[in-house]
């Protein structure tokens, strides 16, 4: 099983909103990924973590804060967004053990975000 | 310099004809994966394929391959029996194992249509 779920599918919010995001897999996986994907784009990457602990932060505005509450568990808290955050909002997953060449990453079906 | 160069935007291909997606990649890392993923409109970024840097022999998974030259440092995605469900972006991606760690490296994209 190679699943990943996020939670929700769609979110509209206005700009003075909190809202959250929230990502889940059981496969075992230690690393745990958010990206950020306008249309006809490839995805940016945002936040990695890996084995519970935030290992790579691509100099994202603080107006997004991850959290990894468990190994299985990611979620994405949304602050004062601006419209050009509208976007898909994909999350992933990946082993991080052993041999990293075959590391392969398992996405979710991603929430797109409209902010108003 | 990019890390993934994919330099065909858009492709068409005819329903049951074979179609190969162009990717290349630059790395001075020995050891590297390669990764092709396949995202409808839906949104889902969905993994076909994977080539490690070692691998001697072309990756298959039922109708897609990977032509793998790695003197010319090339993945092109192969996909045979073209089906009207392959209409989708694909993307060409990287991971360099002692370089970059977790950190995916991912081409600009190819968006295939397949005509009846």
């Known amino acids: 099983d190679t699943e990943v779920t996020q939670t929700p599918k769609h979110l509209v919010m206005g700009m003075t909103n909190k809202k959250s995001l929230k990502c889940e897999q059981h496969?075992?996986?230690?690393?745990m990924y958010w990206y950020k994907q306008k249309a006809k784009k490839p995805p940016e990457l945002m936040f990695v973590?890996?084995?519970?602990?935030?290992?790579i932060n691509e100099s994202v505005p603080s107006r997004f804060s991850p959290e990894c509450p468990n190994s299985s568990l990611l979620n994405l808290h949304l602050h004062a967004l601006q419209p050009e955050d509208s976007a898909l909002y994909l999350c992933a997953s990946s082993q991080d053990r052993g041999d990293r060449i075959t590391d392969t990453q398992y996405f979710g079906p991603g929430t797109r975000l409209t902010v108003l | 310099a990019q890390k993934i160069t994919q330099t065909q935007p858009g492709m068409f291909v005819q329903e049951k004809e074979a179609v190969t997606l162009d990717c290349t990649y630059d790395?001075?890392?020995?050891?590297?994966?390669l990764f092709w993923y396949k995202q409808p409109s839906s949104g889902e970024m969905i993994f076909l394929i994977y080539?490690?840097?070692?691998?001697?022999q072309n990756a298959t998974e039922g109708r897609y391959s990977l032509n793998f030259q790695k003197a010319r440092k090339s993945a092109n995605l192969v996909i045979s029996a073209s089906q009207l469900g392959d209409s989708a972006m694909y993307f060409c991606a990287m991971r360099e194992v002692l370089f970059t760690g977790n950190q995916f490296y991912f081409g600009t994209g190819t968006s295939l249509t397949v005509i009846p």
């Open positions: 973590y890996s084995y519970e602990k935030l290992s």
């Open positions: 496969m075992g996986h230690r690393a």
């Open positions: 790395t001075s890392d020995p050891s590297y994966g």
């Open positions: 080539q490690g840097s070692y691998d001697q």
